[in-house]
């Protein structure tokens, strides 16, 4: 819309209703509905080299415990002070070194943890423990008991996403923590993946969350499931090879607010142009190549990180066979019916 022309007249009806708490939409119109989405989110590379640097340093600045989650927040450029990657959600690098106990809590926030480095630290969900390894993906649900341990001898992170700004946007923050530092276990190890993880689901359990009840999708069926995919050589023009992972039980995404995906590109592969509404965060876990994002080219490797803002242009290129993980707010977009995708020449 073209900008509604000032008067002295205008001008002081403005005044007048804004002591009432009143505006006038057609003054803000043109930046409340766009003709196409309008993010202050900037693409940005983060070098995981350089963010396992600080964690070190921090790591002797502050315990776990203190801390409560010894995390740093990967602000996007555009959103600086608002601990976001994307309008809609958080995600930070995580590093528990070896005697540290991330203290047991619950909050509303659904949370993933994808691991980077590091193996054998542990991480309890609702009465469950589980070791880690590099590329699993782990969930916490909404208002489930976490806490996280390290008692092998070297350090271990991992990235952290949680739809933090969502549920700040809804007003539905709760969160408490335990008495003790560590919560019971209650379950053996492997539990929900023996029951949910192999095509087969308890016949009487009536569950009532809408997040995956695999807790830790490892990477190493993960990995096989792309290997095995793979033989067949069809590649998806703007995609490579991408499967997303998916709640066993209703084959919806694994989690209700973010969309999680791993994607297989094979060396010398280049995506065509693709852009999509639901802004995306990335992380090498194999390979190495480059990711052009609107008219900015990042170099990634294992473990680095980087964001691509709604609706921009983004192509992918595979040096050598390469895996990415990925996730957004996708399945919140599709359930409002507001996503939107442009497979450009593909």
């Known amino acids: 819309m073209e900008a509604v022309l000032k008067t002295p007249e205008r001008e002081a009806f403005y005044k007048k209703i804004d002591g009432e708490n009143l505006s006038a939409l057609w003054n803000v119109l043109g930046d409340l509905i766009t003709p196409e989405p309008k993010s202050a989110c900037r693409p940005h590379l983060w070098k995981f080299d350089a963010i396992r640097t600080y964690m070190t340093e921090a790591g002797k600045l502050i315990t776990a415990k203190e801390a409560e989650r010894r995390v740093l927040v990967l602000e996007n450029p555009g959103l600086r002070g608002q601990s976001k990657i994307t309008t809609s959600l958080f995600a930070g690098v995580q590093m528990v070194i070896p005697g540290d106990v991330a203290p047991a809590h619950r909050h509303s926030q659904s949370a993933l943890r994808f691991v980077l480095e590091g193996k054998g630290a542990y991480t309890s969900v609702d009465g469950e423990r589980t070791a880690m390894s590099p590329g ?207 497979r450009g020449n593909a």
């Open 136 to 342: 699993d993906f782990v969930i916490t649900p909404s208002m489930t008991w976490h806490d996280h341990s390290n008692e092998t001898s070297e350090p271990m992170f991992w990235l952290d996403g949680l739809d933090i700004p969502m549920v700040q946007l809804f007003d539905t923050s709760f969160a408490e923590g335990l008495n003790e530092d560590q919560q019971k276990i209650t379950r053996p190890p492997g539990d929900s993946f023996a029951r949910y993880g192999h095509n087969l689901l308890p016949v009487d359990e009536k569950r009532k969350s809408k997040t995956s009840p695999i807790f830790n999708y490892p990477y190493s069926h993960t990995r096989e499931a792309l290997e095995t995919a793979k033989l067949r050589n069809e590649w998806d023009a703007c995609h490579g090879l991408k499967l997303k992972f998916s709640n066993p039980e209703t084959g919806d995404f694994a989690m209700p607010t973010i969309g999680t995906f791993i994607q297989l590109l094979p060396k010398g592969f280049k995506t065509a142009r693709y852009r999509s509404t639901d802004a995306t965060v990335f992380a090498a876990i194999e390979g190495k190549g480059r990711s052009r994002v609107g008219d900015q080219i990042f170099e990634w490797g294992p473990r680095d990180l980087f964001v691509v803002p709604s609706w921009q242009w983004v192509t992918h290129e595979a040096d050598q066979d390469s895996v990415l993980f990925s996730f957004s707010d996708r399945p919140v977009q599709q359930k409002l019916d507001l996503f939107r995708e442009d």
